[in-house]
């Protein structure tokens, strides 16, 4: 099945959330909520294959590799999270894949449920890949084999398979 063909995302996931007291008070909400996506590429091999590649980025937070996520700010839909975070964390410009949605949740340190969602996003353009900025400590662009390998939780592997097995299932 051809990528273009897939389901449109949820129409839930464009909509603004409700702004929570906590987000005017400044107070920690009952639950931590980020969104994120599994960044990849295709460049072409000069045999003509495909050679994908997948971004992570290192957190200053924790020193850990993952896909890039953040929280939203207040207004953003969950994909505006995403695109944003995607950008400050790497530079990259990206196209949503329609029909791929990974939630992971764990317990954070504090004893919060941390929830993240994952959109599946490719590269477009010749945008500079952008070096580390901020809470970033490097970005990689590597084939699944090392990407899977690299990613510091278990959490982050399930999502970066679930993103390969969809590409590999829709033909990408």
């Not at 389901?7 to 929570?20: F, G, I, M, S, W």
């Not at 599946?120 to 400590?137: D, N, R, S, V, Y």
Request: hydrophobic share 35%.
């Amino acid at each position: 099945m051809s990528l273009s063909n897939r389901r449109k995302p949820d129409p839930a996931l464009n909509r603004r959330p409700e702004t929570k007291g906590s987000l005017k008070t400044g107070l920690k909400p009952d639950r931590d909520r980020s969104w994120g996506a599994v960044v990849f590429c295709s460049p072409a091999a000069s045999d003509g294959s495909c050679n994908r590649l997948y971004l992570l980025v290192k957190l200053a937070s924790g020193k850990h590799w993952d896909s890039p996520k953040g929280h939203p700010e207040a207004g953003e839909t969950p994909l505006e999270t995403a695109r944003r975070e995607i950008l400050e964390e790497s530079s990259a410009m990206v196209r949503f894949l329609d029909g791929f949605l990974k939630e992971e949740s764990w317990i954070l340190p504090d004893g919060r449920p941390k929830d993240t969602g994952y959109f599946l996003a490719e590269k477009i353009g010749e945008a500079p890949t952008g070096g580390p900025q901020g809470e970033i400590l490097d970005v990689a662009w590597l084939p699944f084999d090392e990407a899977v390998k690299r990613v510091t939780y278990p959490s982050g592997r399930r999502v970066l398979e679930a993103a390969e097995a969809f590409l590999e299932n829709a033909g990408g």
